[in-house]
């Protein structure tokens, strides 16, 4: 531009010697976000699915917090209630405040609050090496929303619901992609399945977790992100979604599993596969392509969290030292099924023995017929809690088997991998501990329920009123301080 072409360059808006201005280019960056939310709102999937997770995240949080409240209100914060909060951790919301903080702030969330509070500190192992078995994804979120002048116990709640809002929507969509070309529910539609599963998802026996101050909610939204992007080929966001999952618990790395699957064999969205499908091969459906290397992401995640802990001077493997705090061990590839199983049936005899002088159930080391375990410790044993997870075991393994049936390889492969964990590393006084919690964000097992009960419209009713009744019970022993999962 010169000094006779500038008065051009003013005045002819069409000209190419004039430099876009910042509202010039926001004009088609605003432009394109209101046609992709046009066609969001004309999609009826999506508005059916917002429409169902919204029902029933109100309803079931509703629910939820009546009953912690209620049960606070009426039978008192229980006997545990100052055994486990750090001081001034959860405290400073007043009476009313603390009453309806009780079905949010219970047990495990106390370490999520104090790392966002006060951090890892690797400087101080081995005294503070026990945090590191909480990742850390959540307590930073945490820990944002806290700076923001929340506090800590509402930003977690916050941080819970809103990734709650969005694993209901996903899986809404998720059951109805999947469902829609399944001929044995030709009669009732994808759209049934979706609303069951957001249905079961959100009145699960242990769906309080989901709106606690715990990482259940986020680490389950992620995981149905990386499914939902690898089913439609979006493997940049497959890596991204896989490593955030990684870095917020210890299963997550096992989403490279089902994500490699859905990229060699399928059913993907994206583009019709390489090669034809062969009875009983092994052979990959598509071929290797370079953005197989996003998925290289995942464990990146993991890598990050241990080299965090590394580089501040603690111990890069302390993660999964931790976890012998709370007696975990490593018992062999799914051990700790049979020994749940074993010890379901000595809590049975103790049980119908109706006596205390003979001890049935191993490692006890108090009144077998008390009503609830102190399992932190990991030394005290319930009969009827080891029986309790047995009956959860059964319904998993019943469960998995209908996914491995009714879903694309992938679900179940995930669903196998993910019990792995908790399964060959169980505890030595109550050896399936946590598996209801484990369980909760397994969303595959839902969604097969889902496609079972809608097949059958006179057990759906049924099915979710018992499902909200347990919740109910479940989420009044966690606002008293009794141990739950």
Do not use: C
């Amino acid at each position: 531009m010169n000094p006779d072409t500038a008065e051009l360059a003013i005045v002819d808006t069409a000209s190419e010697l004039v430099v876009p201005s910042d509202a010039a280019l926001a004009g088609p960056r605003r432009s394109r976000l209101a046609a992709w939310w046009a066609r969001m709102r004309e999609d009826p999937a999506h508005t059916a699915a917002v429409s169902d997770s919204w029902r029933a995240l109100w309803t079931s949080r509703a629910l939820l917090w009546v009953t912690g409240v209620g049960t606070i209100a009426a039978f008192g914060f229980g006997p545990e209630r100052h055994a486990f909060i750090p001081p001034g951790v959860t405290k400073g919301f007043g009476w009313l405040g603390d009453l309806l903080a009780a079905p949010a702030a219970r047990w495990d969330a106390s370490w999520y609050l104090v790392i966002a509070h006060y951090g890892y500190r690797p400087d101080l192992f081995p005294f503070t090496a026990s945090r590191t078995a909480f990742f850390p994804l959540y307590p930073l979120g945490l820990r944002g929303v806290s700076t923001l002048g929340v506090p800590p116990v509402l930003a977690g709640v916050l941080l819970s619901m809103l990734a709650f809002a969005f694993a209901l929507y996903a899986i809404h969509r998720l059951a109805t992609l999947e469902f829609a070309s399944v001929k044995a529910l030709a009669r009732v539609g994808s759209g049934d399945v979706a609303r069951l599963a957001v249905l079961l998802t959100a009145f699960a026996p242990m769906a309080f977790f989901l709106s606690a101050v715990y990482s259940e909610s986020l680490y389950l939204a992620l995981s149905i992100g990386v499914f939902w992007f690898a089913r439609h080929g979006r493997w940049a966001w497959v890596g991204v979604l896989g490593a955030l999952a990684a870095a917020t618990r210890s299963i997550g790395l096992v989403l490279v599993l089902p994500a490699l699957i859905l990229y060699l064999y399928g059913p993907r969205e994206d583009r019709p596969a390489d090669f034809a499908r062969r009875a009983r091969s092994l052979l990959p459906r598509y071929r290797v392509r370079a953005n197989l290397l996003w998925l290289g992401l995942v464990p990146a995640g993991l890598a990050a969290y241990l080299g965090y802990l590394w580089l501040s001077g603690g111990e890069a493997l302390s993660p999964f030292h931790a976890q012998q705090v709370w007696d975990r061990h490593f018992a062999g590839p799914y051990v700790g099924a049979w020994d749940g199983i074993k010890a379901g049936f000595e809590g049975l005899l103790e049980l119908t023995s109706l006596q205390g002088h003979h001890v049935y159930v191993s490692n006890a080391v108090r009144d077998p017929l008390a009503p609830a375990a102190r399992a932190v410790t990991a030394t005290v044993v319930s009969p009827g809690h080891n029986l309790l997870l047995v009956a959860f075991l059964v319904a998993a393994a019943v469960a998995t088997a209908g996914v491995l049936r009714t879903l694309p390889l992938a679900y179940g492969a995930y669903v196998l991998a993910a019990l792995a964990l908790p399964l060959s590393y169980p505890v030595s006084s109550q050896p399936l501990m946590s598996l209801p919690r484990f369980l909760v964000v397994l969303f595959p097992l839902g969604m097969w329920l889902a496609a079972w009960l809608a097949a059958r419209p006179r057990a759906q009713k049924p099915a979710v009123a018992v499902s909200a009744l347990l919740m109910v019970f479940f989420a009044a022993q966690f606002a008293t301080w009794h141990w739950v999962a």
